[in-house]
């Protein structure tokens, strides 16, 4: 097809998302399987816009980002020094996905993805809105499925959020405030921790806080077993 090279990719699983909710370390997440179940064709290098047009026209399909991280690791996708986009739409996290190689489309969608090429190596970008049109694109064709699936594993709408607050509240108290009596106790006078004891919470509180930047518990790694199951095929 108008000289672009296509690589056969094998059914597999992969993972994708991070299980670090920091925010200067952390990535977009829950950390999550993705099992494809499906052969497919992908050009082995980005195409160009013009001629992604044309090849879209006649049935190829742009590349989810499950779809790519599966050649990624088969060895049979290659860049150098251009941005290359993929189909997802992602808001601010991975919640409510469908786990089958399928992009993943959020509703209220913040950015697209993309991939950024330097040398031999890519690293992923976020594509806003109101950028303009890609240059670059991955596509893919002759989707072939290796079974028919009734029904799709699939990521759960949300996390926990109660479990999370509680996990913030325990932080916040054995990291900051046990501490800022603890010190308050052996270096400032018996009348300070009795009458500074609010602003020692609040201190401590802000403690507990501040160290999301840099720390926080690994979250769960999402295996399709554990994932709900939702659908049938068309």
């Known amino acids: 097809m108008d000289d672009v090279v296509w690589e056969a990719i094998k059914p597999g699983k ?9 925010v200067i370390f952390g990535g977009i997440g829950p950390k999550h399987e993705v099992e494809i179940n499906y052969e497919y064709e992908i050009s082995k ?24 991280f599966l050649a990624l690791r088969q060895n049979k996708i290659f860049g150098e020094n251009i941005t290359e986009e993929l189909s997802d739409r ?17 509703s209220d969608w913040i950015y697209r993805v993309g991939r ?28 072939r499925l290796k079974e028919n699936i009734e029904k799709k594993a699939a990521l759960p709408h949300s996390s926990d ?6 996990q913030e509240i325990l932080i916040c108290i054995t990291v900051g405030i046990i501490p800022s009596f603890i010190w308050a106790y052996f270096n400032a006078s018996s009348d300070y921790v ?19 930047l840099f720390w926080r518990p690994r979250t769960k790694t999402w295996l399709v077993k554990d994932m ?7």
């Open 14 to 22: 992969i993972q994708l998302g991070s299980e670090n909710r920091t």
């Open 194 to 212: 009795r009458e500074g004891w609010l602003n020692l919470v609040f201190g401590g509180l802000f403690i507990g806080f501040f160290t999301i």
């Open 90 to 106: 992602i808001a601010n996290s991975y919640w409510g996905k469908i786990c089958d190689g399928s992009a993943f489309i959020a």
């Open 228 to 234: 709900v199951f939702v659908g049938k095929n068309p």
């Open 45 to 68: 290098y980005p195409v160009k816009r013009d001629l992604c047009d044309k090849l879209i026209a006649d049935g190829c399909n742009i590349a989810s980002e499950s779809e790519w």
């Open 161 to 166: 959020k109660k479990r999370l607050l509680m």
């Open 116 to 143: 950024r090429w330097r040398g031999h190596k890519s690293k992923e970008i976020r594509i806003e809105k109101s950028a303009s049109k890609s240059e670059y694109y991955r596509l893919i064709k002759n989707k």
